[in-house]
Nanobody, 121 residues
Framework: QVQLVESGGGLVQAGGSLRLSCAAS????????MGWYRQAAGKQREFVAA???????NYADSVKGRSTISRDNAKNTVYLQMNSLKPEDTAVYYC???????????????WGQGTAVTISS
């Protein structure tokens, strides 16, 4: 069973920082692109950032310049460092990854259970 487990969410004052982590576990052959999405109350889930296995990155305009996504391929883990946090960053943050398990040897998209981030003004 392949799964993603997020951690690092919490309550932070505006202007503060948080670092989210997401680790893939299970019988994994390879982990391709890993990313973060978020969903605020009453809104649709939206893209935040993604990083390819090569290290190339992509960010939503709303977090560009304030956030850094990185990964440790040896640990199958992705991180999201968020700085200068704003109340509008409040959401549940979900990790997403493209994973090929060892069995069945077939690409699948996996989501984490989410970690809540609350930014107080």
């Amino acid at each position: 069973q392949v799964q993603l487990v997020e951690s690092g969410g919490g309550l932070v004052q505006a202007g503060g920082s948080l670092r989210l982590s997401c680790a893939a576990s299970g019988s994994i052959f390879s982990v391709n692109t890993m990313g973060w999405y978020r969903q605020a109350a009453g809104k649709q889930r939206e893209f935040v950032a993604a990083i390819a296995r090569s290290g190339s990155t992509n960010y939503a305009d709303s977090v560009k310049g304030r956030s850094t996504i990185s990964r440790d391929n040896a640990k199958n883990t992705v991180y999201l460092q968020m700085n200068s946090l704003k109340p509008e960053d409040t959401a549940v943050y979900y990790c997403n990854a493209g994973i090929v398990p060892t069995s069945p040897y077939r690409y699948r998209e996996v989501w984490g259970q989410g970690t809540a981030v609350t930014i107080s003004s």
